[in-house]
Nanobody, 120 residues
Framework: QALLEESGGGLVQAGGSLRLSCVAS????????MGWYRQRLGKERELVAD?????PTNYADFAKGRFTISRVKNTMSLQMDSLSPEDTAVYYC????????????????WGRGTLVTVSS
């Protein structure tokens, strides 16, 4: 079974920081692009940032200058600084394209999400 597991969510005051982590496990051997998405209450799921296996990153406008995505092999992190109540959401880890050791291709893997709550 291919798994993506997020951790690091929680409650933080406005202006504070949190660091989210995502670990790929199970049958996953390698991953091309990985990303963080979020879904705010009543809103569509949206991209926060993504990073390829080679390192190039891409950020949503609201994340630029505040959030930093990083990755070591199949582990990905998101450092979030200067948080505001508008950042309150469930944050999801995504693997766009992955392979197992047996060469099976997996598409659009998602973790279960981790809740980030920013109080004012």
């Amino acid at each position: 079974q291919a798994l993506l597991e997020e951790s690091g969510g929680g409650l933080v005051q406005a202006g504070g920081s949190l660091r989210l982590s995502c670990v790929a496990s199970g049958t996953i051997f390698s991953i091309n692009a990985m990303g963080w998405y979020r879904q705010r209450l009543g809103k569509e799921r949206e991209l926060v940032a993504d990073i390829t296996n080679g390192g190039p990153t891409n950020y949503a406008d609201f994340a630029k200058g505040r959030f930093t995505i990083s990755r070591v092999k199949n582990t990905m992190s998101l450092q979030m600084d200067s948080l505001s109540p508008e950042d309150t959401a469930v944050y999801y880890c995504n693997a766009d394209e992955a392979w197992t050791r047996t060469g099976d291709r997996l598409l659009r893997l998602w973790g279960r999400g981790t809740l980030v709550t920013v109080s004012s």
